[in-house]
């Protein structure tokens, strides 16, 4: 586990080295729009500059910020890691990226257990249910499903919100927040979560019914399942007792991609639905190229999908003892 963890470090590296390049490749930077301003001056302009370090190349200002970034201090020591400066905000981004973060963390672990706490159930009762008209039913709806862009979902949820009154367009807290009870901070936190939570995951509520139902399907024909029918076990006992355990171990697998990708695609959430998370940031960071932030906001969802991968090959070893990791 430990050797597997040190091969992400080049992953992390080739990430933001690759990330950083394309930022700085396109035209412009953050001080590009202010020196159109006729009010400021070309000296203060250079002046900034110089202050925040982008008079310097690429890869001198990358190497600076990955030195940073790293708890290591030149020659010997250790020192709290540090992603930069917001031009923008006018504030560190750790400080920055540490109020967004939560935010996001809320609405992707909400997402995560909806999926997980509706998805294997409804896998189970198709693969009960296989061949019948529910099933080639459920099997066409999973399929439109699938289709459907994030995007669309969001604005399709943003017009429901608008036509109907029922829930709120955006934002995380209604006006008045701060002066509301604990119980009435809760229900105002769910009721602005339900739409972004909903939209979030129906991908991937679809992504794991068809590949769990799929692997169940696999599995019942197994020798061992033939067995246990044969002993006078009924089907739904078959299902839950050994064909589920045995194809948990494939199911799992999906537990890291569909993390990492309930990250990717909350950032799209995020924006459309303005949620106050970390791809929101990161989407206005993009705008002003307020460069340090972006980066942070890339490699915060860098380390989600390493999460995942971690989490996914823990949860293996625990469901299957065969399973090993040097």
């Not at 040190?6 to 950083?20: A, K």
């Not at 609405?107 to 529910?134: G, M």
């Not at 019914?209 to 799929?214: I, Q």
């Not at 020798?223 to 799992?252: C, D, E, Q």
């Amino acid at each position: 586990m430990i050797r597997r963890v040190l091969h992400l470090i080049p992953i992390i590296v080739g990430v933001t080295f690759l990330s950083f390049l394309l930022i700085t490749a396109s035209p412009g930077d953050f001080l590009s729009s202010m020196a159109l301003d006729p009010t400021v001056s070309a000296d203060r302009i250079a002046h900034l500059r110089v202050l925040y370090g982008l008079d310097r190349p690429w890869y001198i200002q990358y190497g600076l910020w990955l030195y940073h970034l790293s708890p290591f201090k030149f020659p010997i020591g250790l020192k709290w890691p540090d992603p930069g400066y917001s031009f923008v905000y006018q504030m560190p981004v750790l400080n920055l990226i540490r109020q967004r973060f939560w935010n996001t963390l809320i609405l992707s672990f909400s997402a995560e257990l909806v999926v997980w706490c509706t998805a294997i159930p409804f896998s189970l009762a198709l693969a009960y249910l296989k061949r019948k008209w529910i099933d080639e039913i459920a099997s066409i709806v999973l399929f439109l499903g699938i289709s459907l862009p994030q995007i669309l979902l969001s604005l399709l949820a943003l017009l429901i919100a608008a036509k109907t009154g029922w829930f709120p367009i955006g934002g995380m807290h209604k006006l008045g927040y701060e002066n509301l009870s604990f119980f009435a901070r809760t229900i105002d936190l769910f009721h602005h979560l339900v739409l972004p939570v909903l939209v979030l995951a129906i991908g991937d509520f679809v992504a794991l019914v068809r590949y769990a139902r799929g692997s169940l399907l696999d599995t019942i024909g197994s020798r061992y399942i033939l067995t246990a029918r044969s002993k006078g076990l009924t089907h739904g006992k078959v299902l839950t007792s050994h064909a589920l355990p045995n194809a948990m171990n494939s199911i799992l697998t999906l537990l890291g991609f569909g993390f990492a990708n309930l990250i990717s695609s909350s950032f799209v959430v995020e924006i459309i639905m303005g949620w106050p998370g970390v791809g929101r940031l990161a989407y206005d960071a993009m705008l002003t190229k307020d460069i340090y932030v972006l980066m942070t906001a890339l490699l915060t969802g860098t380390v989600f999908l390493i999460i995942g991968n971690v989490i996914s090959d823990v949860l293996l070893g625990l469901n299957d003892p065969r399973i090993r990791y040097e």
